[in-house]
């Protein structure tokens, strides 16, 4: 797949988006917002990943925020930077998502990392929510993801004072999950991908769907129980006689559902 602001390489069984515009932060742009979940859209529908890193360019910014450039003056879709885009398509891809955070993780940035299922990051990471300062905020998985990581007193801190956290605060806080060298993240975030990839795909699916599904109401009980469950049950003896009577326009046999 070829993209203007992002990058994307497979390598065995792991995927890697790298954000790609280093000189302006890795910022996202509307067009960033768009390719991001359209690969992630891509990936959604191979099976040859099972897990996706997602990293910025350089070695200074992970990402630090949004760009409303060129937008519509409208508060329709149009005017309205499309970041949501990228955290639901995460939220419901079936495969982890690592977070390698490489440097500055900021406002929107940092928000893209929590919605990672796990974030991995050199020592020199910094992590900050910047909103108020500039008089933004994000009243929905930059809050309610930050609750669940670090608790509403640390999460209404973060938010309301704007401190720069270290990767190793990050860590204490249970913001991250783990902390490495600067120079080993690669290195330490493939390990950490190829061992994930030893896990049952469908358990993991199962256990991302039932965490979705907590936050994602109706969508994201759906996702556990349409793309999951339902293909589970569709195979079962169950359904199978139930289809055939329904076929043969006679009454199932109970004694053929199986235990």
């Given amino acids: 797949m070829a993209f203007e602001t992002i990058v994307y390489e497979e390598e065995g069984p792991i995927g890697t988006i790298t954000i790609n515009r280093p000189d302006d932060g890795n910022m996202f742009t509307p067009v960033m917002c768009h390719e991001i979940r359209d690969c992630i859209e891509g990936v959604r529908r191979e099976t040859r990943t099972r897990v996706l ?28 930077l499309p970041t949501l885009e990228m955290y639901e398509a995460i939220d419901k891809l079936q495969k982890p998502v690592i977070a390698s955070v490489n440097g500055y993780a900021v406002g929107g940035g940092n928000v893209l990392q929590m919605v990672c299922d796990i974030t991995i990051a050199k020592e020199s990471a910094i992590f900050r929510q910047v909103g108020p300062m500039m008089g933004s905020f994000d009243a929905g ?13 640390k999460a209404k801190e973060i938010w309301f004072l704007n401190p720069k956290i270290t990767a190793r605060e990050a860590l204490a806080l249970g913001l991250i999950n783990t902390v490495v060298p600067d120079d080993k993240l690669k290195e330490e975030t493939r390990r950490l991908a190829l061992e994930i990839c030893e896990r049952g795909p469908f358990a993991l699916a199962s256990v991302k769907a039932a965490f979705n599904a907590r936050h994602g109401g109706v969508s994201g009980l759906a996702r556990l129980s349409h793309d999951l469950l ?27 559902f199986g235990s």
């Fill in 230 to 256: 339902l293909r589970s049950y569709l195979e079962s003896d169950e359904s199978h006689e139930l289809s055939a009577s329904f076929a043969e326009r006679r009454k199932p046999d109970p004694s053929k």
């Fill in 141 to 153: 998985y930059g809050t309610w993801y930050l609750e669940d990581l670090v608790g509403k007193k």
């Fill in 53 to 80: 890193v997602l990293t910025g360019a350089g070695d200074r910014f992970f990402c630090i925020g949004g760009r409303k450039d060129g937008m519509e003056k409208t508060i329709l879709y149009a005017g309205t």
